[in-house]
């Protein structure tokens, strides 16, 4: 069963399968070559780490075509010092790349130096897709004589999940923990939930206990996954704030205008004159965290970066908008945001690479519907009503980044998805939670359409806007 802090992830923009994964990829395979677990017994008797001299990094598929503008060539280099995507200061990116390529060593594993040309130790396969995913990544290291050491295939598969090669081969672990309340599809999370008469958000927090393999006979441990929440939802709650002051351009050859700063100001304006367009604000919010994004800062993945904006602007909203809104109330909005997310994630998918941009904006739009109607007392039923109507309006929803850019349409298309969230949850509490179409039914459709769409829709910039938007000359 995944943990609620699968879904959500703090770490750095502008893309969870283009830069967060390949950072943990590396970092991952660095790790190996430090703990020796994957190599000889005659490589660990001299230390394989200290045999390296020469690391090679190779991109396919979907990370090649779209690395530049995702950041991926950068967080796959850095993974290799041993940074990660929370821990790593966004501020120092462009300065350690900058001296990489200029000539700096690279610090392997943060405690071995080598030498490493971006230009000719990293190659890009872009018209090359492994069979497995369409984000693979490939890692070698070799010693002074050109003899391999190591090489791992790592698949960035969505949301900052990384897979490697032997684990996609592999079956399936069983569980190491016995959680209260297994479910795997909404039919048995809905029967769960009333046959033990609690809401998903109760069942997403004992599985989670459960997951953490503590008895909680005093409480700590739930008190502590619900800190844990609320330092999530502050997180969002500050690039909102940042994203609302950071003013300028966006990286990238279109130098997009970051709106924001402005949009907010003229709201504030609006407001203080008693005009009462808040539902402009939810979008604001959006872009607002998806600027911040796009620009490499720092953000929740909420499932995947590239639909990063949309959670944080509903629960902004229900900060703002909501009399009797509570700590208690966001807590239980990421928790039944959670659950919804675990279905797509364990049923379908949440790469925009597998399935297009109805598998970000379109799930995080369920998500924030879902959980947005549930702070609001809603039924199970008009939860589950809430988060189907959101995703099958999203239904082939392509994935078409202008420039391999998160920017174009990926800002706007943020905003819209979270106003629409918020009409959604509305109608939903309006109706009594009869619908034709089930959660279950909606995410497998989902999942069949996003097979179905040609890859130049999924996150390549090979097809859409990303296609008829031309590049500006350098």
Not at 236 to 253: D, T, Y
Not at 260 to 273: K, T
Not at 420 to 425: E, G, H, L, N, T
Request: include cysteine; charged fraction near 15%.
């Amino acid at each position: 069963m995944l943990s609620v802090f699968d879904l959500f992830k703090i770490g750095i923009g502008p893309s969870s399968s283009h830069t967060v994964g390949p950072m943990l990829a590396s970092k991952a395979f660095a790790d190996a070559l430090v703990s020796d677990a994957l190599v000889s017994d005659a490589q660990q008797a001299a230390g394989v780490l200290a045999q390296v001299v020469q690391i090679r990094i190779e991109l396919y598929g979907s990370l090649a075509l779209t690395g530049e503008g995702h950041g991926t060539i950068d967080a796959a280099i850095l993974g290799l010092e041993g940074n990660t995507p929370q821990g790593i200061d966004p501020a120092q990116i462009a300065p350690r790349m900058q001296a990489l390529r200029s000539g700096a060593m690279l610090n392997l594993a943060g405690q071995h130096a080598i030498a490493f040309n971006p230009q000719t130790d990293l190659q890009l396969h872009k018209h090359l897709f492994l069979p497995q995913h369409a984000n693979g990544m490939r890692i070698s290291a070799f010693d002074a004589a050109g003899a391999l050491l190591l090489r791992e295939t790592y698949f960035s598969v969505g949301g900052g999940f990384i897979v490697s090669a032997s684990q996609w081969d592999a079956a399936p672990p069983p569980a190491a923990t016995a959680i209260p309340y297994p479910f795997h599809s909404s039919a048995e999370l809905m029967a769960q939930c009333r046959t033990h008469g609690l809401s998903m958000a109760q069942i997403v927090l004992a599985n989670e206990l459960a997951l953490r393999q503590q008895t909680d006979r005093d409480g700590r441990a739930e008190a502590e996954i619900r800190a844990q929440l609320l330092e999530i939802a502050a997180v969002m709650q500050g690039c909102v704030a940042q994203g609302c002051k950071h003013e300028g351009r966006l990286p990238g050859p279109f130098a997009v205008k970051r709106r924001a700063p402005a949009l907010y100001q003229r709201l504030s304006a609006m407001h203080m004159e008693g005009r009462a367009d808040v539902m402009l604000w939810p979008m604001l919010y959006a872009m607002a965290v998806s600027e911040e994004n796009a620009s490499g800062g720092r953000v929740v993945t909420a499932p995947t970066n590239g639909a990063a904006g949309i959670i944080p602007a509903v629960l902004q909203y229900y900060r703002d908008f909501t009399p009797d809104a509570s700590d208690e109330g966001i807590v239980d909005f990421l928790l039944t945001a959670a659950a919804i997310g675990m279905l797509y994630k364990m049923n379908a998918s949440i790469s925009g690479a597998e399935v297009g941009c109805q598998g970000e904006v379109g799930v995080a739009c369920s998500m924030a519907a879902g959980a947005y109607c549930a702070v609001l007392g809603g039924t199970l039923a008009q939860v589950e009503n809430a988060a189907e109507i959101a995703m099958e309006h999203h239904l082939g929803l392509t994935c078409d980044p202008v420039g391999g850019q998160v920017q174009v349409p990926c800002v706007e298309r943020n905003g819209v998805a979270a106003e629409k969230a918020i009409k959604i949850a509305q109608l939903a509490l309006l109706e009594d939670g009869e619908h034709l179409v089930s959660l279950d039914k909606v995410i497998e459709t989902m999942y069949r359409t996003g097979l179905d769409m040609k890859n130049s829709y999924k996150e390549t910039s090979l097809g859409g806007l990303a296609l008829t938007v031309a590049q500006p000359e350098c």
